[in-house]
């Protein structure tokens, strides 16, 4: 089993930056991806970002391509989301995902990653 808690979420004003943090417990994750979705308000929850555990290749949606970069600290076990330029579209509860997969297939997968977080809030204001 892993285990993710989700940190980091806050009210900040559009065109600034924040960095949300995922601590993982539980078994080794040498063959996983840790990934980042979001659900907006009303909508679907959607893709966002995902890294290799251990070779720390990346893979993002072309929506935040460029604005967002994930990254991991594998001492702490810890997965990170680093967001800049921020929009109201931004707006969004965001979960941190676990799944046996590499970075590209957890960004193309059908099915929803197998584990998650509690999600944390981000709220951009215009």
């Known amino acids: 089993q892993v285990h993710l808690v989700e940190s980091g979420g806050a009210l900040v004003q559009a065109g600034g930056s924040l960095r949300l943090s995922c601590d993982v417990s539980?078994?080794?994750?040498?063959?996983?991806?840790m990934g980042w979705f979001r659900r907006p308000p009303g909508q679907e929850r959607s893709f966002l970002s995902a890294?290799?555990?251990?070779?720390?290749?990346?893979y993002y949606a072309d929506s935040v391509q460029g604005r967002f970069t994930v990254s991991r600290d594998k001492d702490k076990n810890v997965v990170y989301l680093e967001m800049n330029n921020l929009k109201p579209e931004d707006t969004a509860v965001y979960y941190c995902?676990?799944?046996?997969?590499?970075?590209?297939?957890?960004?193309?997968?059908?099915?929803?990653?197998?584990?998650w977080g509690q999600g944390t809030q981000v709220t951009v204001s215009s």
């Open positions: 995902v676990a799944d046996l997969a590499t970075a590209r297939a957890m960004g193309q997968m059908t099915r929803s990653p197998e584990h």
């Open positions: 539980g078994r080794s994750l040498g063959s996983y991806a």
């Open positions: 890294i290799n555990w251990n070779y720390g290749t990346t």
